[in-house]
DNA sequence: GCGGCACTTGACCATTTGGTCAAGAATTTT
DNA sequence: AAAATTCTTGACCAAATGGTCAAGTGCCGC
């Protein structure tokens, strides 16, 4: 029989699992699943490592666990998308949204790629799944405001992609784009940059 | 005193160095240096773990060696952006051969992509060193360009990100591209948008 | 074809790591 | 305030892991 484990239903779980969660992901999104040890997470969440376990099954637990955690927050831009007079300025505002995200959540940016170049183990079924359907839902509104002339046409799937490329690039490059920049904050001139360059794809 | 150890100059060391950095390159590009295992990159290899050890140093060294081999080739096509009459066409050459990177050379790009989120302890240097004026002196002759109205006004710096990103985009979240595209090929239809994009960011 | 040197590895070791467990400390319930 | 329950952890364990070493095996120049 397994032993049951906390869901979180006590002000002390609720607590707890927080803060193991906000530790895992420092943890994972430095190392990834693999490269993480159980000992960092628990020292980083000010627990002993037992006690952690408490709460949840083991690490692969606590990894997918924050990883589906993360994902409804990840996709909510994308969700938002929706039909408007001004299509450009609706996907202009999505882009700045995923840069505000690069911006703010830029752990939450770094664990979800390195899940991606780990091939996504963990999220393949959402990946094809909802967020496959989710992605074509968009493509075929994106390709309705081209159709009707609305914005410049384009494969909607590549533009989609553009978007996530460049703005993700600022949290999960963030050392060499400031190495580069020597010292300049990124993220004081890549908003207009960015608003440019999707600007002159979008408009017809 | 330390062990000498092999540099590579007899048969037998060239061939069993290269397939060690061949299974380091697969192992390393999916895990990182902290999730990696001598055992798996010495079965990869076809050898003993021991015998790993022999021609290198440890892991951390297996690690940084292939990291700086891969290095030059990595940076190569950004080298050859040079001087020219038509800059559109240069720089979407640039794009062009960057994209073909991504689809040729993916494990190099997963490798560097998991550097850098784990904020590239091992090639900092290099980063805010030779890469940071390689990259200034390519922002300088893009500027040049742009002041005499060759090509469309923007951020140097950010748009030589923009093309890192939207290339390599196609090699380290190639699962998730896929997954979206449903089983057809990304690189058919991706150079197509991403000429389409820069050009449209370029042209005057 | 043989002597020397490069190469190879089974056995081994110390440390790290994911995870268990029983017993004790807090907290909540009654 | 006692009983019941939840929470916490020191001590421990088995497996994995990076690395060593002495004893071989085999290649190469002579």
Redesign the pocket.
């Known amino acids: 029989m397994n032993k049951p484990r ?1 869901t979180g239903t ?4 609720r607590e ?1 699992r927080e803060a193991i969660f906000e530790a895992a992901l420092d943890v994972f999104s430095e190392n990834g699943l693999r490269g ?4 960092q997470i628990a020292a980083r969440a000010g ?5 952690v ?2 709460y949840f099954q ?3 637990a606590i990894y997918t666990e924050l990883l589906e955690s993360l994902l409804d927050i990840w996709i909510a831009p994308l969700i938002e998308l929706s039909d408007s007079d001004d299509p450009v300025e609706e996907l202009l505002t999505y882009v700045r949204r995923k840069l505000d995200m690069s911006r703010d959540m830029p752990r939450q940016s770094r664990l979800f790629a390195t899940e991606m170049i780990q091939n996504a183990p963990h999220i393949n079924d959402v990946i094809s799944g909802s967020l496959r359907d989710l992605v074509d839902e968009k493509a075929r509104l994106i390709k309705g405001w081209m159709k009707a002339g609305k914005i410049a046409k384009s494969d909607p799937h590549h533009l989609i992609f553009s978007i996530w490329a460049v703005t993700q690039h600022y949290a999960d490059f963030d050392v060499q784009v400031r190495a580069v920049l020597d010292g300049n904050d990124p993220f004081e001139t890549a908003p207009d940059f960015v608003e440019t360059l999707f600007r002159r794809m979008l408009t017809p």
């Open positions: 906390p006590t002000r002390i779980q707890k993480a040890t159980l000992d627990l002993s490592k037992p006690n376990i408490y083991g690490k692969e």
